[in-house]
């Protein structure tokens, strides 16, 4: 793809000392993403992140719900930055794009508004007597994955390439609205052509699917899937993407927001079941991996490590072509070897899981 | 010894100014960025509303142009109430300088979501007048074009690019080039979005209602939010028909962004004389826009054509007149 | 099928790729001078029937030249034929002949 415009786009990416805070929805939906993150800036590329188990949501699921008022939300962002420089960082991290729209948000608008800032310390010292500096830099997960893209490159065991007929992997890349929709110098490539996710897919040997409903949102729109009759309008977003992309045979989508690939995998089971109609090849689905999954399995790590046995569309076609080992019987098990259940075998997870289960008619 | 002015730019305006000029006994020196003299026009095929081959103008104005002096491949760096200083540091001097710069061409990349740069099937205004001149109009693989988007207002009135201002041109030369392919194809489909369609000039409007009932081109009231690539390398268009309050989307081979005029880069650094005022827009001010919309401050600076703001041919060549007419008054005085 | 305790919502966009063009481009061939219209309202602003109904002859015969041809009968024939429109309308179009051509060309969409 001739995307030149993405180096206009480029934002400070701190090289080491993060501090990390975590996604609400993400350690359901894609347990193994987060610690990958940790693992693979710790182990693999020697860095330095820092955790604090007290920080909390940020509330943005909340405010964009209409519940949460800015003042609060304002205070909660400004605890996570006080439990930051309690803990001696100053690069901040966040795992989730809402969040990452929501603290840059918050900081241009204390840049515009310094009373809201100067309020809202007040009301954090009130609260908790916390004091707080503000991020010398902030960056999602995501950035921090794309700025080591080439070294994870280097360490790649297994790129993206198909191993049976050598050729680049077509990914389709899906990058959360609030990542740079709101503030495009605030994304790597900007808002039309972000190159965040589409950086590492080219640095690790994959191609990119430029296809025309790519900048459309997921859906995802918080009060819009909230509400259960509402839902129709979120999925029938996802839906315009799936049929968009499907002429391209993409072998896989990767998103870097926590709904996005929460949404892009599971409706593709919904639409499955609702409509019989799915995406991927031989009625099969298109397996959607979170970045730190396609950075997991490019270094190396077991599938089911990754916590891939939880998404709705399978993976094992996707590992078959990248030539992944992986212990089918393993899938369902937890570390300690435990059965943790699976899912009714659907359209989308057709033969992929451990045993035969007849369906319920 | 006759008196010597300077001409700032080659183009349609400085042309008109310099032949005046020496018809009234004045010395005009064109100074010519370029290497050689015409300005955009160079680059045009044929001129609304007359579909008069734009070649046809230049040589008319060249023919004027005997006993001038002329300077190509040299450029103004900044004006002085004495004369110009060249970027290589030489001071021309003058008893006055006519500004004729010109505009520059709003650069379509600019406008990411339509993709020109990225996307095969995206072209500009400026590409279709070279390919007609080089009589080779299709898509980029070669075919003749079935449906064609043409998309008015792409760096005009458009406040996320710094361009607040109406080109005024461009809706005309939409119109113009709609015409043009559909007379290259007569079965395909044109399409013009559009959010005003501005007809100013004498003719114009004639022109549009031709357009509409004899080409049977279509107007759609709607400004195109995106374009992206299909898989067979067309490009999809997405847009309201703000007439009926509903989206649209449609797939076209090719979508031709109509470019607006972007205030002369050199503008600026023109302006860091004291008698050189701008517009917000970065067009150059005159002192007055009625009496003395060809005058600066300065007063023996003088403009003429769209270097004060976006202008056809014919209201920049009237002001090459004007301004030769304003700088002899001022010799005389 | 299983239902989840919502639909897909279809889509709103008037899709000309989809959209058959043809019948559309028939009327425009008959009545060329439908292309002028600049969608002034001075015919709605006018119009007998569209002061006491949803009738809206502009915003009908738009739909009509994007393919859009669901429901353009019946809207038509709410049309009185008073010919007040066709003595508003600045570009001369032949209002009352537009009504009559699409109610021709499109009864088979009621």
């Known amino acids: 793809m001739k995307r030149n415009s993405w180096q206009e786009y480029q934002k400070e990416i701190a090289d080491d000392h993060y501090f990390y805070v975590r996604s609400c929805i993400r350690q359901n939906f894609f347990p193994g993403s987060e610690a990958a993150f940790l693992n693979i800036l710790r182990n693999d590329l020697g860095r330095d992140v820092g955790e604090e188990a007290r920080h909390t949501s940020c509330t943005g699921i909340g405010y964009h719900s209409d519940i949460v008022p800015l003042e609060t939300i304002m205070t909660v962002v400004a605890r996570q930055f006080a439990m930051m420089t309690e803990a001696g960082y100053e690069h901040f991290t966040s795992s989730c794009i809402t969040s990452f729209g929501i603290y840059s948000e918050i900081l241009e608008t204390w840049k515009e508004f310094p009373e809201t800032e100067e309020r809202t310390r007040e009301y954090l010292y009130k609260a908790t007597g916390r004091e707080f500096k503000k991020p010398k830099s902030l960056a999602h997960t995501s950035d921090i994955i794309f700025h080591h893209r080439e070294q994870i490159g280097k360490q790649a065991v297994r790129p993206l390439v198909n191993v049976e007929t050598g050729e680049p992997l077509k990914v389709v890349e899906h990058i959360g609205c609030h990542y740079a929709k709101l503030f495009p110098k605030s994304g790597i490539g900007g808002s039309e ?45 996802s839906q315009k993407k799936l049929e968009s992309m499907a002429p391209y045979k993409p072998d896989f989508i990767v998103a870097n927001c926590p709904g996005c690939t929460m949404f892009l995998d599971k409706w593709q089971y919904a639409i499955a079941e609702m409509e019989g109609t799915t995406y991927g090849p031989d009625g099969q689905g298109i397996p959607v991996l979170s970045y730190e999954e396609m950075a997991g399995l490019v270094l190396g790590y077991d599938p089911w490590e990754l916590g891939m046995q939880m998404h709705q569309v399978a993976v094992e076609p996707l590992l078959d072509k990248m030539g992944v080992r992986y212990d089918p019987a393993a899938k369902y098990l937890a570390r300690n070897g435990k059965y943790i259940g699976q899912p009714e075998e659907a359209a989308v997870n057709l033969r992929c899981t451990s045993q035969p289960i007849i369906r319920k008619l | ?46 001129l609304f509303p007359t579909f008069t081959p734009a070649g046809e103008v230049l040589d008319t104005l060249r023919r004027q142009l005997k006993d001038v002096e002329i300077m190509t491949n040299t450029e103004v760096k900044r004006i002085e109430q004495s004369g110009v200083v060249l970027n290589d540091g030489r001071l021309l001097v003058s008893d006055a300088v006519v500004v004729c710069s010109g505009f520059d061409i709003f650069r379509a990349e600019i406008k990411e979501e339509y993709g020109y740069g990225i996307y095969d099937n995206v072209y500009t205004t400026v590409d279709i007048e070279r390919m007609l001149n080089e009589g080779k109009v299709h898509t980029a693989d070669g075919h003749i074009p079935e449906r064609i988007a043409f998309l008015h207002c792409v760096g005009s009135r458009d406040e996320k690019v710094g361009q607040k201002h109406c080109s005024r041109v461009c809706c005309i030369t939409g119109v113009k ?157 | ?30 009545m060329p001078e439908l292309q002028t219209c600049i969608a002034c309202g001075s015919c709605t602003a006018t119009c007998t029937a569209g002061a006491i109904t949803s009738f809206n002859f502009r915003k009908v015969h738009t739909l009509v030249r994007r393919g859009e041809y669901k429901g ?22 032949n209002t009352r002949g537009v009504v009559m051509l699409i109610k021709q060309e499109l009864g088979e969409y009621r």
Request: glycine share 10%; hydrophobic share 40%.
């Open chain 1, 193 to 237: 052509f972000p190159y965040v996710l589409a950086g590492m897919i080219e640095s690790w040997g994959g191609e990119v699917v430029d296809y025309p409903e790519r900048r459309h949102c997921c859906g995802f729109g918080f009060r819009n899937y909230l509400v259960q009759a509402n839902r129709g309008y979120s999925i029938a977003n």
């Open chain 2, 1 to 46: 010894m006759s008196k010597r002015v300077i001409v700032i730019g080659g183009g349609v305006a400085g042309m008109q100014t310099a032949a005046t000029l020496a018809g009234l006994g004045i010395h005009p020196v064109i100074i010519e960025k370029g290497d050689r003299l015409g300005g955009k026009l160079l680059n045009w095929h044929k």
């Open chain 2, 177 to 333: 080039q709609a015409m043009e392919l559909k007379e290259l194809f007569p079965q395909s489909e044109i399409y013009n979005f559009y959010m005003d369609i501005r007809m100013f000039g004498p003719g114009y409007e004639e022109m549009y209602r031709q357009a509409q009932e004899e080409f049977n081109i279509h107007f759609i009231r709607g400004r195109i939010s995106e374009a992206s690539e299909t898989i067979d390398k067309r490009v999809q268009i997405k847009a309201e028909d703000t007439l009926i309050g509903r989206p649209l989307k449609m797939t076209v081979d090719m979508l031709i962004l109509i470019v607006g005029m972007k205030a002369g880069a050199s503008n600026d650094r023109f302006a860091e004389n004291r008698g050189i005022e701008l517009y917000p827009s970065h067009f150059i001010r005159p002192r007055n826009q009625f009496v003395d919309n060809i005058c600066s401050s300065a007063g023996n600076i003088f403009y003429a054509g769209t270097v004060t703001a976006p202008k056809n041919v014919g209201e920049s060549l009237n002001e090459g007149v004007a301004a030769a007419l304003r700088v002899s008054k001022y010799l005389e005085d």
């Open chain 3, 1 to 30: 099928m299983v239902q989840f305790g919502y639909n897909i919502s279809q889509p709103r966009a008037i899709n000309m790729d989809k959209n058959d063009m043809m019948i559309s481009q028939k009327i425009l061939r008959t």
């Open chain 3, 72 to 93: 353009a009968y019946e809207e038509m024939n709410k049309c009185m034929l008073c010919g007040k429109c066709r003595l508003s309308c600045p570009r001369g179009i």
